[in-house]
Nanobody, 123 residues
């Protein structure tokens, strides 16, 4: 059974940092791409960043470029999202998702989803 478990969310002041983790029980890990999405109250879910585990290609939404960094530790089957210079508008539930197709991640239709972790940025 595929499981994606997010951790690392919390409350932080504007300008602060958080690192989210996504532990993925997908095998072989190298065959999958992992993405981070977020959904704020009253807003649609949006893609934040994604990475292909094998090639290490990364993509970022314009709203987070230069502030967020996605990385993968293939030995631990874990993907991280380092979030710096956080803004109140980054407040949302953050979800990780996995699919063998990077394209599916990019267009927002990955096969597997985690339960989400809350990130709250106070002003």
């Amino acid at each position: 059974e595929v499981q994606l478990v997010e951790s690392g969310g919390g409350l932080v002041q504007a300008g602060g940092s958080l690192r989210l983790s996504c532990a993925a029980s997908v095998f072989p890990f190298d065959d999958y791409s992992i993405g981070w999405f977020r959904q704020a109250p009253g807003k649609e879910r949006e893609g934040v960043s994604c990475i292909s585990a094998r090639e290490g290609r990364t993509y970022y939404a314009d709203s987070v470029k230069g502030r967020f960094t996605i990385s993968s530790d293939n030995a631990k089957n874990t993907v991280y999202l380092q979030m710096n210079s956080l803004k109140p508008e980054d407040t949302a539930v953050y979800y990780c998702a996995a699919d063998k197709s990077l394209h599916s991640i990019v267009i927002g239709t990955p096969e597997y989803w985690g339960q989400g972790t809350q990130v709250t940025v106070s002003s």
